[in-house]
């Protein structure tokens, strides 16, 4: 099984500043099978980025994902006030699927 | 656009089976994995696993022994029983799509709280 790794669990920002999420595998990923999630409180995930760095349909571009192997980032260029919200990455390049454990990003 | 809905008893009592069906709405399920996700309160998703359109299952290991996913192509849903649950079973139950066997989930459904009390 590959265990993800996100950090840090908690990021304190400011709206307008960067946020650099991180994602590190336990084994490589193969394909850059891995994606990134937003939850907010009662709310679905939903889709961010998949294999690694592509945008899903109608995700801003202040949102991208980067990384190959092992490491994986989300970075959120300057963050607007309903980017504050809950962050998961999954692999879904080997069984079972696997998500990390998420990471809070919270207004200072 | 496809719109997924999960439902089912909020309650379900200790050694019981949870069963919940997660209903299609905006497109059809052939051609397509639809998987069941949950969190624990307080925790990070876990994957249960998927079923393809055509039944063929893939379950995650942790729950594979009590896990039994089925499909209904003529009402558009899929379900998900887990047997002899236990209070750690409690979560939100969410289910999603893939277009592969590989692939990202998207989209989810809005989840259902499913909670293992006496």
């Known amino acids: 099984e590959i265990v993800l790794t996100q950090s840090p669990g908690t990021l304190s920002l400011s709206p307008g500043e960067r946020a650099t999420l991180s994602c590190r595998a336990s084994?490589?990923?193969?394909?850059?099978?891995l994606a990134w999630y937003q939850q907010k409180p009662g709310q679905a995930p939903r889709l961010l980025i998949y294999v690694a760095s592509s945008r899903a349909t109608g995700i801003p571009d202040r949102f991208s994902g980067s990384g190959s192997g092992t490491d994986f980032t989300l970075t959120i260029s300057r963050l607007e006030p309903e980017d504050f919200a809950v962050y998961y990455c999954?692999?879904?390049?080997?069984?079972?699927?696997?998500f990390g454990q998420g990471t809070k990003v919270e207004i200072k | 656009q496809v719109q997924l809905q999960e439902s089912g008893p909020g309650l379900v009592k200790p050694s019981e089976t949870l069963s919940l069906t997660c209903t299609v709405s905006?497109?059809?399920?052939?051609?397509?994995?639809w998987s069941w996700i949950r969190r624990p309160p307080g925790k990070g998703l876990e994957w249960i696993g998927y079923i393809y359109y055509s039944g063929n299952t893939n379950y995650n290991p942790s729950l594979k022994s009590r896990v039994t996913m089925s499909v209904d192509t003529s009402k558009n849903q899929f379900s998900l029983r887990l047997s002899s649950v236990t209070a750690a079973d409690t979560a939100v139950y969410y289910c999603a799509r893939s277009h592969s066997s590989r692939s990202h989930l998207d989209p989810w459904g809005q989840g259902t709280l499913v909670t293992v009390s006496s």
């Open positions: 084994q490589s990923v193969s394909s850059s099978s």
């Open positions: 905006g497109g059809s399920i052939s051609g397509y994995y």
């Open positions: 999954q692999q879904y390049g080997g069984f079972p699927w696997t």
